[in-house]
């Protein structure tokens, strides 16, 4: 068998497309089922699966929501009425910009992840694993760990390819790049250019941040 977990995904897109389709009993597939019994890990995977589409994704909120069910409809008209109360919130403000600058954007984020967050620990939203179904002793996680060498080796390259190029060349492509940012022309034709000069990715995002400044985001308080 090959990437056997793979079929994690697969039967997750099934165990939905079941859902979906008004099924009213299901069973998940252990991603190593075809190989031999499921193991303990791969079982537990598979009852996650369900317990997901179920108290996550909303999956068994309502009968047969693609078979007509007038669900999709009311959530269709409540998306777009939400949408459309934003849209105008922020044509009250000036425009996307002036939301932005206002710290309305940033806010609305905030807010989202603050209801978030306080609905997970009160236990009106229900994350799997998090705050049900959730297992006194979990296994520890193997992360990747970066190779700690690998910071000393890009700074050697970067310095071998500055020292290898010709830096007057370079110096006029960083200087075009200047200079068509301060205009309305395209800035890509220039980047692009300076790139075949062999300028850094930083030259270049340090010379549009010393001609646009730093964007200092602001947050809406209230």
């Given at each position: 068998?090959?990437?056997p977990?793979?079929?994690?995904?697969?039967?997750?897109v099934?165990a939905?497309?079941?859902v979906?389709g008004?099924?009213?009993?299901i069973?998940?597939?252990?991603?190593?089922?075809?190989?031999?019994?499921?193991?303990?890990?791969?079982?537990?995977?598979?009852?996650?699966?369900?317990?997901?589409?179920?108290?996550?994704?909303?999956?068994?909120?309502?009968?047969?929501?693609?078979?007509?069910?007038?669900?999709?409809?009311?959530?269709?008209?409540?998306?777009?009425?939400?949408?459309t109360e934003?849209?105008?919130?922020?044509?009250?403000?000036?425009?996307?910009?002036?939301?932005?600058?206002?710290?309305?954007?940033?806010?609305?984020i905030e807010d989202?992840?603050?209801?978030?967050?306080q609905?997970?620990?009160?236990?009106?939203?229900?994350?799997?694993?998090?705050n049900?179904?959730?297992e006194?002793?979990?296994?520890?996680?193997?992360?990747?760990r970066?190779?700690p060498?690998?910071?000393?080796?890009?700074?050697?390259?970067?310095?071998?390819?500055?020292?290898?190029?010709?830096?007057?060349a370079?110096a006029?492509?960083?200087?075009e790049?200047?200079?068509?940012?301060?205009?309305?022309?395209?800035?890509?034709?220039?980047?692009?250019?300076?790139l075949?000069?062999?300028c850094?990715?930083?030259e270049?995002?340090?010379?549009?941040?010393?001609?646009?400044?730093?964007?200092?985001?602001?947050?809406?308080?209230?």
């Amino acid at each position: 068998a090959q990437q056997p977990e793979n079929n994690i995904v697969r039967v997750a897109v099934q165990a939905l497309s079941a859902v979906c389709g008004g099924a009213q009993s299901i069973h998940t597939n252990g991603f190593d089922e075809a190989l031999a019994l499921p193991s303990e890990s791969s079982a537990k995977t598979a009852l996650r699966t369900q317990q997901i589409l179920a108290h996550e994704a909303g999956g068994v909120d309502t009968a047969d929501p693609l078979g007509g069910a007038y669900f999709i409809e009311a959530l269709t008209l409540e998306l777009e009425l939400r949408a459309t109360e934003l849209i105008e919130r922020i044509d009250e403000l000036g425009g996307a910009v002036a939301a932005v600058e206002a710290g309305f954007v940033q806010g609305e984020i905030e807010d989202a992840a603050y209801r978030h967050t306080q609905e997970v620990e009160a236990g009106t939203r229900v994350v799997v694993g998090v705050n049900r179904f959730a297992e006194a002793e979990e296994e520890p996680i193997e992360l990747y760990r970066l190779d700690p060498q690998a910071e000393r080796r890009q700074l050697e390259r970067t310095a071998r390819v500055r020292a290898e190029r010709d830096g007057e060349a370079a110096a006029q492509a960083l200087a075009e790049v200047r200079r068509v940012a301060g205009s309305d022309e395209n800035l890509l034709v220039p980047m692009r250019q300076a790139l075949r000069r062999h300028c850094t990715v930083g030259e270049i995002c340090e010379t549009l941040r010393e001609e646009f400044g730093t964007y200092d985001a602001q947050t809406r308080v209230g």
